[in-house]
């Protein structure tokens, strides 16, 4: 440590130090080490606990976490870089968490040292603050960039999308003055002008509280980009609408741009929602992304909220496709689990187990990872570790892993979505791993996969990452796909499962039914049928898409499947999500146990027609593949 004191007495900007600031400085300094994936700082710790790093070597990376659940990498640190100054000089108004890419070696200044330090000394203060500004500028365009290059967040949600809402968009240049803005702002009589250098892409907004802003400043000559806000939501024209209202309704801006990839193609704005009249969902998602105790959030569960019951009953009378219906209630899901997760984070922070120590995601599977569910569910998910192994505080990480993941089990469980009865759970040592552990565990999975683990193998493959670093998630989704689209033996025992169940519709059209009540499981006699299938045909021919609409349009763009083929497949599951739904809604309003038993002989002739229709769609997609198993031994 001494030695390491001396080499830096003589190094800028230290020498801008007198002996009794360096002194002052370097006493209390200690040096730190954090292995690869390791956080130097959590965005999550109180300030207070937030000291001032100097880079010595290694690699780090800045990470801004998005309330959508995203993380977002915008900076690299390098040896030489302070980290940490921007967020206690902005009192924690910035907040970011910072991550080692590889052994990382940090010299850790007490921060009132350091800060009484900068006060005193304007010259040290200056290069701090210079870098600072730099680093501002730096971020603010990675941020900007990687914005208009995200992938969304939740695909289409309602019937109507944004592209269908959208008005013109009226752009500026950067350079022109505010009071050109303010003049074309009254010409065109909108609330807001998109900044732009190309009348493309998107580099802010300038609205009327900017001009106003601007002209109290007597800054009305200036140019737009010094008044522009630069961060902005925006909305992707094939988006479903609701979300984009949702964020108008509580969120003051003036306009939402709409992009299509990352072109400006349009706007919305207060007027462009006259049209819709139901508010039901998003004053419910508002109120689930606001919650800050797991009591509030459980009363927002679709099993347990009326309101959310009757909006989606709402949806069945308006003729919305189940499919469509089955993926609102998965991102509604989605964002309880997201807000679930957030507070079972803050819980380890108040109960002393502090922040997460390294990068990880959380996985949902089985029909939400599809983005098919009904009310009755149970849990399917697991957890991505960033490699840990070389780390010192292995056991640590073990630990701090396992309570967490219990703890978000436990937390979903009571927000209405049951233990699963296999264990398929993040809390479990097989479904949270590290990825160098996951990538073993496939090989090993795909390799010597035995009939009872095939069931685990097809829930798990459709696996999509909802809170965390969603690289994570993205990596090992390639690499699956990639091992699976070569794995014939892999192909065979998917097949032989599938073609284990049948479809309960007999050669002349009568349905079998279960026991003296005649009922049908529908999800696992009828809805698996089709989706197992499809997966097959999506794994043979390297189709990422995890939801099976999704599946269905892929296979029909790569013309592996006929688009009339897929339409009446659309339309059987159109058909028996509906009857799964709807059965879910009865069953809540008369107090029965939820569960996917269609009761038989309480359909009437038209429902009776409708399921068999789409029994035998179903039951053809197994004929094919049967016959195609059986023909070639592999697909």
């Known amino acids: 440590m001494n030695d390491l004191v001396e080499f830096y007495r003589n190094q800028y900007p230290f020498d801008l130090l007198t002996d009794q600031e360096f002194n002052e400085v370097f006493s209390k300094a200690e040096v730190k080490e954090y292995s690869s994936n390791e956080f130097i700082i959590h965005e999550d710790e109180s300030d207070e606990s937030i000291d001032i790093h100097f880079l010595i070597s290694g690699l780090a990376k800045n990470i801004m976490h998005r309330s959508n659940g995203k993380q977002l990498s915008v900076r690299f640190y390098y040896p030489g870089d302070l980290v940490g100054v921007m967020i206690l000089l902005t009192s924690g108004e910035m907040r970011f968490s910072v991550q080692a890419l590889e052994p990382v070696k940090t010299l850790r200044f007490k921060r009132s040292t350091f800060l009484e330090v900068m006060s005193n000394n304007t010259q040290f203060s200056k290069v701090v603050m210079d870098g600072i500004s730099h680093l501002m500028k730096s971020l603010y365009d990675e941020i900007k960039y990687k914005s208009s290059t995200d992938e969304q967040d939740d695909r289409e949600l309602y019937k109507k999308r944004a592209g269908a809402y959208m008005e013109p968009p009226a752009f500026i240049h950067p350079a022109e003055s505010i009071e ?118 459980q009363t927002l569960s679709p099993v347990y909220n009326s309101r959310f019951q009757e909006f989606v009953a709402s949806l069945i009378e308006d003729q919305m496709f189940a499919y469509d219906i089955a993926e609102l209630i998965t991102n509604y899901n989605d964002r309880i689990h997201k807000q679930v997760i957030q507070i079972a984070e803050d819980e380890m922070v108040a109960e002393g187990y502090g922040t997460p120590p390294i990068n990880y995601c959380f996985l949902v599977m089985g029909s939400e990872g599809r983005k098919e569910q009904a009310f009755s569910t149970d849990q399917d998910n697991g957890m ?230 789409a029994l035998l769609i179903a039951k053809r997609l197994q004929q094919v593949l049967e016959l195609s198993y059986n023909r070639n031994r592999v697909m």
């Not at 300038?206 to 106003?212: I, K, M, S, T």
């Open 180 to 297: 050109k803005a303010a003049r074309m702002l009254q010409q065109k009589k909108i609330e807001a002008l998109i900044v732009s250098e190309d009348n493309k892409n998107l580099l802010g907004m300038v609205g009327y509280g900017d001009l106003l802003q601007a002209y109290f400043e007597n800054s009305h000559k200036d140019s737009v980009k010094n008044h522009m806000s630069e961060e902005s939501y925006s909305i992707s024209d094939q988006e479903f609408i609701y979300d984009a209202l949702s964020y108008l309704k509580h969120h003051p801006t003036e306009i939402i741009p709409v992009h299509h990839k990352d072109k400006i193609v349009g706007i919305l704005r207060q007027s462009s929602f006259f049209t819709i009249k139901n508010s039901v969902y998003f004053d419910l998602t508002y109120r689930i992304s606001n919650a800050t105790n797991l009591e509030e959030v």
């Open 384 to 613: 991505v570790l960033a490699d840990y192994d070389q780390s010192k505080n292995k056991q640590h990480i073990e630990q701090y892993f396992r309570y967490f993941s219990e703890k978000i089990n436990a937390m979903l469980d009571q927000c209405g979505f049951p233990y699963c009865k296999g264990d398929i759970m993040a809390k479990e040592d097989k479904w949270r791993q590290q990825t160098s552990e996951w990538r073993q565990s496939i090989n090993s999975w795909i390799e010597k996969m035995d009939a009872e683990e095939i069931r685990d193998f097809t829930i798990f493959a459709d696996f999509r990452p909802i809170f965390g670093d969603f690289s994570l998630a993205y990596d090992l989704k390639k690499y699956v796909t990639l091992r699976v689209q070569k794995s014939l033996g892999l192909h065979q025992l998917l097949m032989k499962d599938t073609l284990r169940f049948r479809v309960p519709v007999q050669p002349f059209g009568r349905i079998s039914g279960v026991g003296k009540k005649r009922t049908l499981n529908i999800k696992k006699s009828a809805i698996m049928q089709i989706v197992n299938a499809i997966r097959i045909y999506s794994m043979k021919y390297g189709v990422e898409a995890i939801n099976t609409v999704n599946r269905l349009e892929a296979l029909a763009e790569q013309e592996r499947f006929h688009p009339r083929d897929v339409e009446n497949a659309k339309l059987a599951l159109h058909r028996l999500m509906l009857f799964r739904i709807k059965e879910n809604l009865n069953q809540m309003q008369t107090d029965q146990p939820l569960s996917n038993e269609l009761p038989l002989n309480k359909l009437n002739k038209s429902e009776r027609r409708s399921l068999k229709d």
